[in-house]
C-alpha cells in the first residue's frame, strides 16, 4: 500500500514538472528504465549537440571514450569539476575513427535553461547491485541535463519523514550506486506531499543531514514544506539549473574536497546583489547599490565569494575588489576563495593576490578581470599617496 502510494506521488511530481511555465521545459522519457538506456540518451543528445564537428554518429570506440572519462569520476567533486569544465564549458577530448582529433562539448554555462540544452526526467531506473551480497536498486526520479543525471530526488508518501529518503541515498552512496553515469549527480532532494530537504551529493563518509536543508520563500524565510511550491521555485527550469551550477561551490580544499550546495537566503542574497550590478549604469559614477548582510556562521564567505565570482564574469564589469578590514585576513581569504575558484587548481584562477600596495596597483590596471582581494589599509594608502588618482574602469 505504501509503495503504491509513493508510485502515485511520483507520477504526480512527474506530472506536474512537465508542465511548469517557461521557455524550457522537463520532458518525461518514459522508455528509459535501464543505464543502458540513459547512455544512449546521452549520446544521441551528444551527437546532435556537436553535429558541427561530428559528421556521423559516434562509433562504439569512439564513445567508450567518453563513458570512460564519466566512469573515471570517483567523487561528486570530481564530476562537478568535469561539468564546469574550463571557463563554464565541459568538453570531452576524443579520437575519431578517421584520425581527427575532437572537443566535444557537454555543458555551456552560458546556455543554462536556453540554446542547446535538454531536460528531461527519467523514473525507476533499475540499478544492478555494484557490491557482491548487496540489493540491485531502483531509483525513483531523475533529472537529466544533456543526458547526464544532476539532480536525484526520492519520494516517500504521506506520514513520512523525508529523511527517511536522505538516508536511503547515504545507502545507494555506500553501496557505490552512483557511479558510472550516476557519478555526474550533483544534488539529492528528498521529497514527501508536506516536507522537502535536498543536499549537495557527497561521499559516505561526508554524509551529513545537517547539511540537508530546506527551502525558504524569499520574502519572509519561511520553509517551503509543500511540494508544488518546492517544484515551482527549485525544480523549475532554469532554477534547478542554476542550483547545480551557479549556485553550487566546488570546495577544492586540500585533502577535504567535496561541492556544497548553497542555502536558500544564501542564492537569494547572490541573486539580488548581481541583479542590481547587471542594471547598473557604470556611466553615473560610484554609487552604493547595497549590502548582503549575514550572521556568524551563516556561510559569508561562501556568499561573498560567490557573489564575486558571479560578478567578474558579467560582461561589463572590469575587475570585482574585496576588501578586508584587518591585513591579517587578506592571506586567509586568498586561500580560502582560491579553494572555491573553479578555474583554480592552486594558481592561475581569477583570484589575485595583493602583497603590497606595489602589486595592488599593479593589478588594477591589468586588463585581466577577476577578483582583486586586498585591505582597506592598502587600498587608503594606494589612493591617498597620490594625488588624483584617477580609475577608469568599472569596478565592483
Known amino acids: 500500500m505504501i509503495q503504491k502510494k509513493e508510485l502515485t506521488f511520483e507520477d504526480s511530481l512527474i506530472d506536474y514538472l512537465q508542465n511548469l511555465g517557461g521557455e524550457k521545459q522537463w520532458k518525461y522519457e518514459k522508455e528509459i528504465k535501464t543505464t543502458d538506456g540513459l547512455w544512449e540518451n546521452f549520446k544521441k543528445i551528444l551527437e546532435i549537440n556537436n553535429a558541427d564537428v561530428l559528421n556521423e554518429p559516434l562509433s562504439d570506440s569512439e564513445f567508450s571514450q567518453v563513458k570512460n572519462e564519466i ?136 554524509f551529513n543531514t545537517d547539511f540537508a536543508f530546506r527551502w525558504q520563500q524569499e520574502e519572509d524565510n519561511k520553509p517551503v514544506l509543500d511540494w508544488k511550491v518546492f517544484a515551482n521555485q527549485f525544480l523549475a527550469i532554469p532554477m534547478a539549473h542554476q542550483m547545480a551550477t551557479n ?53 559569508k564567505t561562501i556568499t561573498s565569494f560567490k557573489t564575486a565570482w558571479l560578478a567578474q564574469r558579467l ?40 602583497a603590497n600596495i606595489g602589486i595592488l596597483s599593479r593589478r588594477l590596471r591589468e586588463k585581466k578581470s577577476g577578483i582583486i582581494v586586498t585591505s582597506t589599509q592598502k587600498m587608503d594608502r594606494l589612493v591617498s599617496g597620490k594625488e588624483n588618482f584617477k580609475y577608469d574602469k568599472n569596478v565592483v
Open 71 to 206: 566512469n573515471k569520476l570517483d567523487t561528486p567533486y570530481d564530476a562537478g569539476k568535469f561539468l564546469y569544465g574550463l571557463n563554464g564549458v565541459s568538453q570531452v577530448e576524443v579520437n575519431l575513427d578517421d584520425g581527427r582529433h575532437v572537443y566535444l562539448t557537454v555543458f555551456d554555462q552560458d546556455q543554462i535553461g536556453a540554446g542547446n540544452t535538454v531536460y528531461q526526467i527519467v523514473n525507476q531506473i533499475e540499478r544492478p547491485a555494484k557490491i557482491t551480497g548487496k540489493q540491485d536498486r531502483r531509483f525513483d526520479t531523475t533529472l537529466l541535463i544533456n543526458g547526464l543525471p544532476i539532480i536525484q530526488i526520492e519520494e516517500k508518501a504521506d506520514g513520512h519523514d523525508a529523511r527517511e529518503a536522505l538516508n536511503q541515498m547515504h545507502q545507494y552512496i555506500a553501496e557505490q550506486q552512483y557511479t558510472d553515469i550516476f557519478s555526474t549527480v550533483q544534488i539529492l532532494v528528498s521529497i514527501t506531499p508536506h516536507d522537502v530537504r535536498y543536499m549537495a551529493n557527497t561521499t559516505s563518509d561526508l
Open 315 to 354: 560582461p561589463k564589469v572590469d575587475k570585482v575588489i574585496f576588501l578586508v578590514d584587518r591585513v591579517a585576513l587578506t592571506n586567509q581569504t586568498v586561500d580560502e576563495y582560491n579553494a572555491y575558484d573553479p578555474d583554480s587548481d592552486g594558481k592561475d584562477g581569477v583570484i589575485m593576490d595583493t
Open 247 to 299: 549556485y553550487m561551490i566546488l570546495d577544492g580544499t586540500k585533502n577535504h574536497q567535496m561541492i556544497k550546495v548553497m542555502r536558500p537566503y544564501q542564492v537569494y542574497a547572490t541573486r539580488r546583489v548581481i541583479d542590481k550590478i547587471r542594471m547598473h549604469d557604470f556611466q553615473m559614477g560610484p554609487q552604493e547599490l547595497g549590502y548582503v548582510w549575514h550572521t556568524t556562521g551563516s556561510g
